[in-house]
């Protein structure tokens, strides 16, 4: 007689749970399986693919020739737009993310106090961030146009005489800065810095002030150590948000003006869509992978140098 029954032939308990936790367990099963097959058609399989383009010369017109690590070789050595274009999504990560992050935690903290409307405060700032890009880009052209701008007729006004902008090499970058600025200090990372603030506990905030600690003390003894998870969290974003910039850029100026805005995302959609390229393109994606992975490793790493996280044993 098996262990697994009683007497009567009927199932144990234990056989019925283990029954039953299969059940589910096969139930959970099924319903993962669209994600799953999703996945694998959009993205691990893509990924696979294009690590094997990486190796290859295809053009997609034709076949397949293997040429090994010379895509690679390639960037590193003969590509000066690589390096290039590297250097100036690196510098634009370096303009917006501080800013970025400073502006949202400002505006987090200002729309934190309890005064009447602020709910309407709320929407008005995050608006913005609701503007497609496109849309977004094609409304500051016309705001930063050299000629016919209204930001530079009212520099004219009072006497200024307005720059190029987005026609000038020294000026294309901090303006698709300033236009990045407008529709992402009240979007999402604001959102987070808020949530954020409303779990600094009250009674920290009250005994640093029984103890003497005016506004500025309070926010850098209590409010910023209590909001560090949420400042990395927002700064990891952030920062992978700007090494990937390439909407605006390409929608704003395409590149220019001589290069001027050609970043590291534009180059790689040049390679594969323009000159189609697609085992070059490919390599230039996984070597900007890797970049992505080696700043996102260091920032965990260095985390626990800055970071407090409440509860936690040092």
Do not use: C
């Not at 749970?17 to 994600?35: F, I, V």
């Amino acid at each position: 007689m098996s262990s697994a029954t009683t007497l009567d032939g009927v199932a144990s308990k234990p056989a019925r749970l283990m029954s039953l936790s299969r059940r589910e367990a096969l139930e959970g099963y099924l319903y993962l399986t669209p994600w799953v097959i999703g996945f694998i058609a959009f993205v691990g399989g893509p990924m696979l693919a294009s690590l094997v383009l990486s190796l290859t010369n295809y053009h997609v017109v034709g076949s397949l020739q293997f040429l090994g690590l010379e895509n690679y070789v390639r960037a590193l050595t003969d590509d000066h737009l690589f390096w290039d274009s590297l250097k100036r999504t690196f510098y634009y990560t370096l303009l917006v993310v501080p800013l970025g992050i400073t502006g949202a935690l400002l505006a987090a903290m200002l729309l934190n106090q309890n005064l009447a409307a602020t709910t309407i405060y709320r929407t008005l700032f995050f608006l913005p961030s609701l503007t497609p890009v496109v849309a977004t880009a094609i409304l500051w052209r016309w705001i930063f146009n050299a000629d016919v701008g209204v930001l530079n007729y009212l520099l004219w006004a009072v006497g200024i005489e307005g720059p190029g902008w987005l026609n000038s090499t020294e000026w294309a970058i901090p303006t698709l800065v300033i236009i990045t600025l407008w529709g992402t200090i009240g979007g999402n990372t604001m959102i987070i810095f808020l949530a954020g603030l409303q779990g600094v506990p009250q009674d920290l905030q009250e005994a640093a002030a029984i103890d003497g600690a005016n506004a500025l003390q309070r926010f850098r003894h209590v409010t910023l150590p209590m909001l560090s998870p949420t400042v990395f969290f927002n700064l990891v974003l952030g920062i992978i948000g700007g090494l990937k910039v390439f909407a605006l850029a390409y929608v704003a100026t395409d590149g220019g003006p001589a290069y001027a805005t050609w970043f590291y995302a534009l180059h790689i959609f040049a390679q594969a869509f323009k000159y189609f390229e697609m085992g070059y393109a490919s390599a230039l994606a996984w070597m900007f992978f890797v970049v992505m992975l080696v700043f996102t490793y260091l920032q965990f790493r260095w985390s626990s140098t800055w970071v407090y996280y409440a509860g936690e044993v040092k």
